[in-house]
């Protein structure tokens, strides 16, 4: 059974930094495209960011461009989303999600994979 986890949440407060974990068990990690996406409250969900299988591209919404990182590591099956300059509208609840397809993956409403989310509150 695939099973895709996120670590790292918490509380920041604004202009801070957090780094959220992802892994996937059950699957090769090194054949799935991952990403980030995020979901407020009262709003729906939203494309972060993602990395392709290799790790040679990556995409970032233009709201966390400059800010936020996303990378992995293969050695340790681990993706990472590196988030600083926090800023309170960033406050959401970050899933991860794998696909194979790196199409499929950034639209977001066909993934195969998510995780079950981590909370991220930014203070004022």
């Known amino acids: 059974q695939v099973q895709v986890a996120e670590s790292g949440g918490g509380l920041v407060q604004a202009g801070g930094s957090l780094r959220l974990s992802c892994t996937i068990s059950g699957r090769t990690f090194a054949t799935y495209a991952m990403g980030w996406f995020r979901q407020a409250t009262g709003k729906e969900r939203e494309f972060v960011a993602a990395v392709s299988r290799g790790g040679m591209s990556t995409l970032y919404a233009d709201s966390v461009k400059g800010r936020f990182t996303i990378s992995r590591d293969g050695a340790k099956d681990t993706m990472y989303l590196q988030m600083n300059s926090l800023k309170p509208e960033d406050t959401a609840v970050y899933y991860c999600?794998?696909?194979?397809?790196?199409?499929?993956?950034?639209?977001?409403?066909?993934?195969?994979?998510w995780g079950k989310g981590a909370l991220v509150t930014v203070s004022s």
């Open positions: 999600a794998a696909d194979q397809n790196w199409f499929v993956l950034v639209n977001g409403t066909r993934v195969n994979y």
